[in-house]
């Protein structure tokens, strides 16, 4: 190794450390390629622990059943609703917050972490009583057959009862990363996950005391896990550990800051709805096919997760970054941002393609031996992934436009990519052309390569530049 390539590397090192432990916090000025660094890092490790969670929660959840891992496939497609809320307030958040940290208004910063906070609980309660309540009603509404209610139910009540700690934990996280506090964030996730990998198998398959409660032990799991890592956040956002520190007198209504949120995440919220109800539906279509087919689908989603996450990684560092920068008044360096982040997120995700195109069986046969879920999981890996480089971009655009505080445009780009073209494909080749579950992987792919041309020809017109938040 040449010595020019050896302080590279101990440059690279170095800045690993910086932006692990969030020493970096000046994101308006220096080197672009630098701030995607410190942001990415983060970011990417954060997606990362939830992804790892993901594939660990359905490895585990496999050995007790096909009927188990279909449960968790439908609830999720449920719950992802709550995610669409969740995700359009973190939205707002992330873009509100950024854009008073660029403008160095700490105090506005703050009055907007509280009214998020105040409208992601009141949303939380809502959902909770009708998701424990009516658990049974929800998943025979997704099709499910009797047998699965019967031993699927306690996993949806749990899951969906408990949102609350799915909520919080996405718009606390939000706002840190708006704060340019990525490392915040990341070490939030660690401590979730890791608890969820530990509590799993306990609560799964029982431990000393602990019965076994089966598939809902995982989601019990899930709320102790993420429950906990939300008390740790409020004590960062309390004790002022982070760039954002509330004081007592922030701890009160301001209705205009919650309305101009509102107005920023109704775009946001709208947007994942879309997308989200879209994957509601196909899940629809999918348990048309049976439980070994739906069960390989959950499982390839599960997996695809594991890259899909690093990539949303990158694509909030650029929200963040032209948030700030837009803030700063720079916004040709909050475009620069976007390009550079995009290019990036594609190199890692054409790696990633390669990898599913050659391996997916064997990757989906780690976590069943079902012949007919491998092969319908690993076909679905492989058409998907032949996206990557289209998803790369798309993700990192439509992120631009969040976090410039312009959410209705993906929103319009959604609804005509995944409700105008996605559904209607998937529907007919699966059932009228009889193509079954591969008639949906190439609607869902050809889908997200629409949505990354209409998102890039739309981003070059620059409209975003002018978005006040």
């Given at each position: 190794m040449t010595q020019h390539s050896t302080l590279t590397l101990?440059?690279?090192?170095?800045?690993?450390?910086?932006?692990?432990?969030?020493?970096?916090?000046?994101?308006?000025?220096?080197?672009?390629?630098?701030?995607?660094?410190?942001?990415?890092?983060?970011?990417?490790?954060?997606?990362?622990?939830?992804?790892?969670?993901?594939?660990?929660?359905?490895?585990?959840?496999?050995?007790?059943?096909?009927?188990?891992?279909?449960?968790?496939?439908?609830?999720?497609?449920?719950i992802t609703l709550v995610y669409a809320v969740a995700i359009g307030l973190s939205m707002a958040a992330t873009a509100v917050v950024a854009r008073r940290i660029g403008e160095k208004d700490v105090q506005g910063a703050r009055e907007s972490a509280v009214q998020a906070i105040v409208l992601g609980v009141l949303v939380a309660i809502l959902v909770g009583i009708l998701g424990f309540l009516y658990a049974r009603e929800i998943l025979a509404l997704m099709g499910a057959e009797q047998d699965l209610i019967d031993e699927g139910y306690g996993y949806t009540q749990w899951l969906i009862g408990g949102n609350i700690t799915?909520?919080?934990l996405f718009l606390i996280n939000a706002i840190f990363r708006g704060a340019g506090d990525a490392s915040i964030a990341m070490w939030t996730l660690v401590l979730s996950n890791g608890l969820n990998i530990i509590l799993d198998p306990i609560f799964i398959f029982g431990w000393g005391p602990i019965p076994e409660f089966g598939v809902m032990g995982a989601a019990i799991a899930t709320n102790i896990g993420r429950g906990t890592a939300v008390l740790f956040q409020l004590a960062i956002l309390f004790f002022g550990w982070g760039r954002i520190k509330l004081m007592a007198q922030d701890m009160k209504i301001n209705l205009k800051v919650m309305f101009n949120l509102v107005k920023v995440s109704l775009g946001g919220i709208a947007q994942f709805l879309i997308g989200t109800s879209?994957?509601?539906?196909?899940?629809?279509?999918?348990?048309?096919?049976?439980?070994?087919?739906?069960?390989?689908?959950?499982?390839?989603?599960?997996?695809?997760?594991?890259?899909?996450?690093?990539?949303?990684?990158?694509?909030?560092?650029?929200?963040?970054?032209?948030?700030?920068?837009?803030?700063?008044?720079?916004?040709?360096?909050?475009?620069?941002?976007?390009?550079?982040?995009?290019?990036?997120?594609?190199?890692?995700?054409?790696?990633?393609?390669?990898?599913?195109?050659?391996?997916?069986?064997?990757?989906?046969?780690?976590?069943?031996?079902?012949?007919?879920?491998?092969?319908?999981?690993?076909?679905?890996?492989?058409?998907?992934?032949?996206?990557?480089?289209?998803?790369?971009?798309?993700?990192?655009?439509?992120?631009?436009f969040n976090g410039a505080g312009d959410t209705g445009t993906p929103t319009k780009i959604n609804l005509v990519a995944f409700w105008l073209f996605q559904l209607p494909v998937a529907y007919v080749g699966a059932i009228t052309f009889n193509l079954g579950a591969m008639g949906v992987f190439i609607a869902i792919t050809t889908a997200e390569v629409l949505l990354a041309i209409i998102a890039i020809v739309w981003f070059k017109k620059g409209h975003w530049k002018r978005v006040q938040v």
């Amino acid at each position: 190794m040449t010595q020019h390539s050896t302080l590279t590397l101990k440059k690279l090192f170095q800045y690993f450390i910086t932006a692990v432990t969030g020493r970096e916090t000046e994101f308006t000025t220096g080197s672009i390629r630098k701030a995607i660094f410190m942001l990415s890092i983060p970011m990417i490790l954060e997606m990362m622990m939830e992804s790892i969670f993901a594939i660990v929660d359905i490895a585990y959840v496999s050995q007790v059943s096909v009927n188990a891992v279909a449960t968790i496939g439908l609830t999720e497609s449920v719950i992802t609703l709550v995610y669409a809320v969740a995700i359009g307030l973190s939205m707002a958040a992330t873009a509100v917050v950024a854009r008073r940290i660029g403008e160095k208004d700490v105090q506005g910063a703050r009055e907007s972490a509280v009214q998020a906070i105040v409208l992601g609980v009141l949303v939380a309660i809502l959902v909770g009583i009708l998701g424990f309540l009516y658990a049974r009603e929800i998943l025979a509404l997704m099709g499910a057959e009797q047998d699965l209610i019967d031993e699927g139910y306690g996993y949806t009540q749990w899951l969906i009862g408990g949102n609350i700690t799915i909520l919080l934990l996405f718009l606390i996280n939000a706002i840190f990363r708006g704060a340019g506090d990525a490392s915040i964030a990341m070490w939030t996730l660690v401590l979730s996950n890791g608890l969820n990998i530990i509590l799993d198998p306990i609560f799964i398959f029982g431990w000393g005391p602990i019965p076994e409660f089966g598939v809902m032990g995982a989601a019990i799991a899930t709320n102790i896990g993420r429950g906990t890592a939300v008390l740790f956040q409020l004590a960062i956002l309390f004790f002022g550990w982070g760039r954002i520190k509330l004081m007592a007198q922030d701890m009160k209504i301001n209705l205009k800051v919650m309305f101009n949120l509102v107005k920023v995440s109704l775009g946001g919220i709208a947007q994942f709805l879309i997308g989200t109800s879209s994957w509601v539906f196909l899940m629809r279509i999918m348990s048309e096919f049976g439980s070994e087919v739906l069960a390989g689908y959950t499982i390839a989603i599960r997996v695809m997760l594991f890259t899909l996450m690093p990539s949303w990684g990158m694509s909030n560092a650029a929200a963040t970054l032209v948030g700030q920068n837009l803030g700063a008044k720079q916004p040709e360096r909050a475009e620069t941002s976007v390009w550079k982040t995009g290019k990036y997120n594609a190199y890692f995700m054409a790696l990633v393609s390669i990898i599913y195109l050659f391996f997916a069986q064997t990757i989906v046969g780690w976590f069943n031996a079902n012949p007919v879920v491998v092969e319908n999981g690993g076909l679905c890996l492989q058409i998907i992934a032949a996206g990557y480089i289209f998803y790369a971009y798309g993700m990192v655009v439509t992120q631009a436009f969040n976090g410039a505080g312009d959410t209705g445009t993906p929103t319009k780009i959604n609804l005509v990519a995944f409700w105008l073209f996605q559904l209607p494909v998937a529907y007919v080749g699966a059932i009228t052309f009889n193509l079954g579950a591969m008639g949906v992987f190439i609607a869902i792919t050809t889908a997200e390569v629409l949505l990354a041309i209409i998102a890039i020809v739309w981003f070059k017109k620059g409209h975003w530049k002018r978005v006040q938040v």
